[in-house]
């Protein structure tokens, strides 16, 4: 949708291309530990980010431009992994394990840019939609995973045009908490900070 109406929008005198684009990404975060109480008031789990694992992402893009400045619609497919360090506090005496969470989602971003050659400069806003997740810390009592549906971010980069090939830097910055989606007994808890990532990918434009 959000393709057909950039085509729909995109004045008719500009040039469109479409093209595909894969790469990788790091999380940027500063975290804090995490204390889950039992229901009798004492700590029940601590966590903390023990690895936030390179995430991977690729889809589709399509590119108008007029003039020197262009419109960038993109639909990728991103997938991440973070391992938690679980330090449980069950009987008296702390156990402590490596959890892995796994998660998907598809970043639709909408990119306003201008490009002086061979060079781009962009930014714009970011939907983020849920698809899917697992997690190893379902295996603790009372833990559930409540992903919002949709959440929201920005992206700012440099791509540099070599033919049809771009080469691109970005970064992203998030309006929302890491692990907001953490809930032990209806009660949910995320780390403070908002996460940042920084992506770098390749892509092909097709068109001349």
Not at 126 to 139: H, Y
Not at 170 to 182: A, V
Request: overall charge negative.
């Amino acid at each position: 949708m959000l393709l057909l109406a950039a085509c729909l929008f995109t004045p008719l005198s500009a040039q469109l291309k479409l093209g595909v684009r894969i790469g990788m990404s790091t999380t940027l975060l500063q975290t804090n530990e995490v204390e889950v109480p039992s229901p009798g008031g004492s700590n029940f789990l601590k966590l903390d980010i023990d690895q936030l694992h390179f995430g991977i992402h690729g889809g589709l893009v399509l590119q108008g431009q007029l003039g020197n400045f262009l419109i960038q619609p993109e639909v990728l497919f991103n997938s991440n992994r973070v391992d938690y360090q679980v330090d449980d506090l069950r009987g008296g005496s702390a156990a402590t394990t490596i959890r892995t969470e796994k998660y998907q989602y598809l970043d639709i971003p909408l990119l306003l840019g201008f490009r002086a050659r061979p060079f781009r400069l962009y930014a714009g806003p970011e939907a983020r939609l849920f698809i899917d997740s697992s997690s190893e810390l379902l295996d603790f009592p009372g833990y559930e995973q409540k992903f919002q549906e949709a959440t929201y971010s920005w992206i700012a980069g440099l791509g540099l045009d070599v033919w049809n090939l771009m080469l691109d830097v970005r970064y992203e910055g998030n309006f929302s908490k890491f692990g907001e989606h953490i809930t032990f007994d209806g009660q949910k808890y995320a780390f403070d900070n908002r996460p940042a990532r920084l992506l770098v990918s390749v892509g092909l434009l097709f068109g001349k």
